[in-house]
Every structure is written in C-alpha cells, then in structure tokens.
Antibody, heavy 119, light 110 residues
Framework: QLRLQESGPGLVKPAETLSLTCSVSGGSFRTGSHYWGWIRQPPGKGLEWIGGIFYTGSTFYSPSLKSRVVITLDTAKNQFSLRLSSVTAADTAVFYC???????????WGQGTLVTVSS | QSALTQPASVSGSPGQSITISCTGTSSDVGGYDYVSWYQHHPGKAPQLIIFDVSSRPSGVSPRFSGSKSGNTAFLSISGLQAEDEATYYCSSYIETNTLVVFGGGTKLTV
C-alpha cells in the first residue's frame, strides 16, 4: 500500500519561505500517468489545490499561488517537495501531500501537517 | 472563492437519501468525465469515494453514487447513517495549467 508522509517545520515566520517534503513508500514513485501534489486546508475552510508534478517534471499550479509556489521531485530519494515563498498568516493551514490517479482524482493522501505562519 | 460551486450544507435523517451538487464550467466538470468526490471527517485525511464521475474505489459503500448533467456533477448518498456525517468535496480536471480544481465543500449533517 502506498504511503505518503509530510515533514517540515510547523512554524514559519511571515515573509519567509515554507518548505515541506513528502516521502513516498510502499509503491513505485516512477509512474508516468500519476501526479504528485500538494493540497492545503486553512483552519475552518475547505480544501485548496496548490499544485502538482508528474514524473516527467511537468508542473501545474493554482493560479492564485503560482507566483509563490515551486514543486520539485527527488526521484533518488522517492520524495517530492513544496516551497511557498513570502508567506503570511493567511498561509496557515494543514498541508497534505497526495498522489493523483489516471483520472486526476486524489487516490492517496498523507496524514497532513499543520504549518502556522507567525512571528 | 472556489472554482467549483457546492452548497455549504445539507442535512438528512438516518435512512433517507440526499444529493449534493457540484457546478463548474465546460472547461472542467462539463468538458470531461474526471469528477471525483471525497469524504472528509475532522482530524483525518480526506478519502476518495467517487472517481470518473460515477466509479467507486474498492471498499467504498454502494450507498455512494455519482452522476453528471452538463456542467453539474452530483453525489448521492442513500440509506444515510450517522457515520456519513462529514464534509464532502468535489474536484475535477481542468483544461488549464492548473490541472485540478476543488469545490468549497458541503457539510452533511445526519
């Protein structure tokens, strides 16, 4: 069974860069038809798509976050990462790393990690 | 503002059936059969319950069903049970560099 696990700081200062890593185990990381992505949920709000990356390296981002987001793959380590720059309190959220299926639905979710933006 | 529009809340009594709508555009819901639905209980990761508009992953109860008409997708839950109380989200492929869009979520009260 595929397992995804987020890791990274739980507290980030305003204007700094939020960095999270997702470690993938229990399955193949090198699948061309699946994407690896990030979704967040601010407190009291709904799920928000951040972006995704295919094994080929093609990336796709939410228009509202595109200017601040970078998602990368590290195939040697079976990991993918999220960097969100110039964060504000509005970026406080539970961040999920996910794997999407052939039809773009999210089949696998990490447990989620809370990142708080505060000085 | 979410790209897909869902009602904020729905409610039903045990044993009843409910339907949740998810409205998009011809660039997402209406243009492709790539609509998914998720069940989200507080404190847990969301779970995929419908993909490709109406397909269920292995292990998901047949009480959950999906359909689509034009730019609107629907999730139906029959024989409501207390454990169905959760927030339900729809998502769809979108023909832009975004790839996926989500609805704002619908809180189901049983």
């Amino acid at each position: 069974q595929l397992r995804l696990q987020e890791s990274g700081p739980g507290l980030v200062k305003p204007a700094e860069t939020l960095s999270l890593t997702c470690s993938v185990s229990g399955g193949s990381f090198r699948t061309g038809s699946h994407y690896w992505g990030w979704i967040r949920q601010p407190p009291g709000k709904g799920l928000e798509w951040i972006g995704g990356i295919f094994y080929t390296g093609s990336t796709f981002y939410s228009p509202s976050l595109k200017s601040r987001v970078v998602i990368t793959l590290d195939t040697a380590k079976n990991q993918f990462s999220l960097r969100l720059s110039s964060v504000t309190a509005a970026d406080t959220a539970v961040f999920y790393c996910v794997r999407g299926g052939d039809s773009y639905g999210v089949e696998f979710w990490g447990q989620g990690t809370l990142v708080t933006v505060s000085s | 503002q979410s790209a897909l529009t869902q009602p904020a809340s729905v409610s039903g009594s045990p044993g009843q059936s409910i339907t949740i709508s998810c409205t998009g555009t011809s660039s997402d819901v209406g243009g492709y059969d790539y609509v998914s639905w998720y069940q989200h209980h507080p404190g847990k990761a969301p779970q995929l319950i419908i993909f490709d508009v109406s397909s269920r992953p292995s292990g998901v109860s047949p009480r959950f069903s999906g359909s689509k008409s034009g730019n609107t997708a629907f999730l139906s839950i029959s024989g409501l049970q207390a454990e169905d109380e959760a927030t339900y989200y729809c998502s769809s492929y979108i023909e832009t560099n975004t790839l996926v869009v989500f609805g704002g979520g619908t809180k189901l009260t049983v």
